[in-house]
């Protein structure tokens, strides 16, 4: 379990749950007694960035996170529960195993009637989400990725799968699986990744595409990709902010989304019938600048906790 001094956080009142945070509402429990319920489990990974030749940092954030987290108020109804299922530790290399051990978490709490907010951890956490969202659905159902990213993350993965070669992985070997990924850099993929993005089918908006304003577009592309799937999951890999906002990332860029973009996204996909389970990757600590993007990430965890609550 995680340690108790990471759920900490100011206490306005004892009794009046309207005056209550996270802290003071979440469960730890066994993964195996979260039913019914929204439940976070951390992924201490970033062995797929070290692969990718990245910045390493990002195994620090599911704690981190949710120490920002915690001091978030709790705007839910009293009956609504949210707990805390620990975190997934990677051993050394051992990222693989790691990436099938949080299949197992995710699965059994699909299969309890639970929502899973995974906080990464490297975006190699999205590969393991996957695994347990389709060993739940079974091999025939059609399950559409929404991922809000700068990058395809659709790289060769020949000699050793990375952070880099997910959505590869999968369209590869799942006839099932639709991609949709929103806020790619122009300059942040090579052309032979585009060529590879129409080869495989990918659906994709620009991040030049996606101004403050201009995103119905986006949202009717997003609604109709989502209804023509039997579930939709989500991830965000938070280097496709722009750095002013998201100086702690892996790969941190100058021209990435504004939060608010991220932020209507997020509430548009998970707001949504079919979306089942949501996950938050490459926030860095070590490279972070007075806790913005720790911070940052836990509010957006905030919206994915608002928006599943809702349809609860």
Request: hydrophobic share 40%; charged share 25%; aromatic share 8%.
């Amino acid at each position: 379990m995680v340690s108790e001094t990471i759920w900490t956080g100011r206490i306005d009142d004892t009794e009046d749950f309207t005056a209550f945070r996270y802290h003071q509402v979440v469960e730890e429990l066994d993964v195996r007694e979260a039913v019914d319920v929204c439940a976070v489990v951390g992924f201490e990974c970033e062995e797929g960035v070290r692969r990718n030749k990245g910045r390493l940092g990002a195994a620090q954030a599911p704690n981190a996170i949710r120490s920002e987290l915690a001091k978030l108020p709790w705007r839910f109804q009293e009956h609504k529960r949210f707990v805390d299922v620990g975190n997934i530790t990677c051993r050394g290399e051992e990222m693989e195993a790691a990436q099938q051990q949080l299949g197992d978490i995710v699965k059994t709490l699909l299969a309890n009637g639970s929502t899973p907010i995974i906080i990464g951890g490297g975006h190699e956490t999205l590969y393991g989400h996957y695994v347990g969202v389709r060993e739940f659905l079974g091999k025939g159902a059609s399950l559409g990725i929404v991922n809000i990213d700068a990058h395809f993350d659709l790289r060769p993965y020949d000699e050793q799968t990375s952070s880099g070669t997910m959505f590869r992985q999968i369209l590869e070997h799942d006839a099932h699986v639709a991609y949709f990924v929103a806020g790619i850099q122009r300059y942040g993929n090579t052309e032979e990744l585009f060529n590879r993005a129409d080869a495989l089918g990918v659906t994709y908006v620009h991040e030049d595409e996606m101004m403050p304003g201009q995103l119905g577009q986006l949202m009717n592309a997003l609604d109709a990709f989502m209804d023509k799937h039997d579930a939709v999951l989500l991830t965000l890999c938070t280097d496709v902010l722009n750095a002013a906002y998201a100086p702690g990332v892996s790969a941190p860029s100058p021209f990435g989304l504004e939060p608010t973009t991220v932020r209507e996204i997020i509430r548009k996909v998970v707001g949504h019938e079919k979306t089942c389970s949501f996950d938050i990757c490459e926030v860095n600590p070590s490279l972070d600048e007075n806790n913005r993007t720790v911070k940052l990430g836990a509010h957006f965890v905030n919206e994915a906790v608002a928006g599943f609550m809702r349809k609860q």
